[in-house]
Structure formats: C-alpha cells, structure tokens
C-alpha cells in the first residue's frame, strides 16, 4: 500500500514537470522570521497557517476569506504567515498566498512540498520570504542543495523532520529554523508527544518549531518551554475569531 505521502508525491512531480521555471527577484523586504523569535524569548511565537482542507480531514474551511484570515493573524501579532499552495490535497494555490503576501508586513511561508527549484523561484516571486524543505521527502543531497539554493535567495528556510533521524539530517545540513512535526505525513497520525521525546536532541544556536495538533492554549503551554514556536492551522482555521485564537496562543515562556 502506496502511503499518504507517497501519493502526494507522485502528483507533486507531474504538478512540476507542467511548471516552468522563473527567474528569482529579490525576496520582499520584511523583519525576518528568525529575527522575530530572537528577539522574542519570553513569549511562544506563532505560525499562523491558511489551510482550505486536507488528506486526513478533508474540508476544514472551503469558503474562507484568505485575506481576512491572514490580516486576523497580522491583527494578532503572529511571526509568520503559513499558506498551504498544494491545490489537490490542500486546495490551495500560489494565489492565495500572493493576495496575502500582498496584504501583510510579516513573513509568509510556502507551505507545500518542494522537490525542485522552480517551485522555490515561483515561491520567491510570489512574495514567500520563508519556504518549507521536509526532509522525508527528499534525499540528503537534494535537501542541502535545495537548502543552499533557497538561502542564496535570501529566503529563510523551515525543514520539517518527524524523527530522530530525520532530525539527525536536518543538523547535518546545518538547519538554522527547524520544525517538528508531530503528524507523521504517512499515516497522519499525530502526538505532541513527538515533539517532547525530540525536544532532548535540540542543539544549541538553532530554533525548533513544534508543528501540528496545536489546538489551544493548554497544547501550547504543553510545548513553549522546549520550543520557540508553534506552526497551528486547523484549530485558527475553525475558529470564528481567529484574531483572538491566535493571540491567546502565545503563552508565556520560561526562560531562565
Ligand atoms: O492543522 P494543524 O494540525 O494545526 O497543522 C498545521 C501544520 O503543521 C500542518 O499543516 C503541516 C505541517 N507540515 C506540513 C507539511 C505539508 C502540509 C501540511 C503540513
């Protein structure tokens, strides 16, 4: 049996094979990602994600109003603005996260699955300032030039691991930003507990983002003491007041 992931995959390479491949101008001018969680120790920094739908739920909210729940999300004071552009699993697209790329002053991260540069050039000219790499998707050497063409860019970078090795991997490369995601992309089974069992081989001088399952304050208390951030989609998306949710999850950390 052919794994979530697996399939996502597959499409993904003929959604490539169809896309050509742009020139890269200059990544929008913002207050960087990294920037804003250095100079916020004390208090869980958010990823506020735009998410239509996706392979484990289905539709989550099909008739949002992208701009208004990105601007909910600037409103609320997020660090950085996810928006998922996978149009078969996500039913998302490169437009939506021009329109809010467009709209607000935080950065913006294209959620998607990168497996070649043009997805990174698009990614770029269409105002991204940050971009996903996850390292199950892709080889070692892929992933460190991917890394290195994306940062050559001026793009800041998230790899996504789900395990100890992958995580092993993402240090290897020398990953500044590095996300943990507690959904397992091949089954879609998701623990916070994943987060707190990684959380023990943390390096120095990196930042780790907890991703995934972040549904309230009580979930991010449970993450903020290992943790810089928090990448939650699901739980703002379904909220009639996402301005509101996504402040309440910025809980106080302690750092000592
Ligand atoms: O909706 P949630 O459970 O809050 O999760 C958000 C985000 O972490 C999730 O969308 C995600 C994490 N890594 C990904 C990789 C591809 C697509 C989606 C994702």
Do not use: W
Request: hydrophobic residues 45%.
């Amino acid at each position: 049996m052919e794994n979530f992931l697996e399939k996502i995959l597959a499409e993904k390479q003929v959604e490539v094979t169809q896309m050509v491949m742009e020139t890269p101008r200059k990544v929008r001018q913002v207050k960087g990602f990294v920037q804003r969680l250095r100079d916020n120790p004390e208090r869980l920094q958010v990823i506020g994600e735009v998410k239509r739908a996706s392979p484990s739920l289905g539709a989550i909210n099909m008739g949002v109003d992208v701009l208004a729940q990105a601007t909910s999300y600037a409103a609320a004071g997020v660090s950085a603005i996810s928006v998922l552009t996978d149009p078969v699993f996500f039913k998302g697209s490169i437009d939506d996260l021009r329109l809010v790329a467009q709209n607000v002053d935080v950065p913006v991260l294209n959620k998607d699955f990168i497996i070649d540069k043009k997805q990174i050039a698009r990614a770029v000219n269409s105002g991204a300032t940050i971009i996903l790499l996850i390292v199950a998707c892709l080889t070692e050497k892929d992933l460190q030039d991917l890394y290195e063409y994306a940062i050559s860019l001026g793009l800041e970078v998230l790899v996504e691991v789900h395990n100890a090795e992958e995580l092993a991997i993402a240090h290897r490369i020398n990953a500044e930003l590095i996300g943990i995601n507690n959904r397992n992309l091949k089954t879609f089974e998701v623990s916070l507990q994943n987060s707190l069992d990684l959380a023990a081989l943390q390096e120095n001088g990196r930042f780790y983002i907890s991703e995934s399952g972040i549904k309230s304050p009580v979930e991010a208390e449970i993450v903020a003491r290992d943790f810089r951030a928090v990448l939650v989609g699901e739980a703002l998306m379904k909220d009639g007041n996402p301005k509101a949710a996504a402040k309440g999850l910025q809980v106080k950390r302690h750092v000592d």
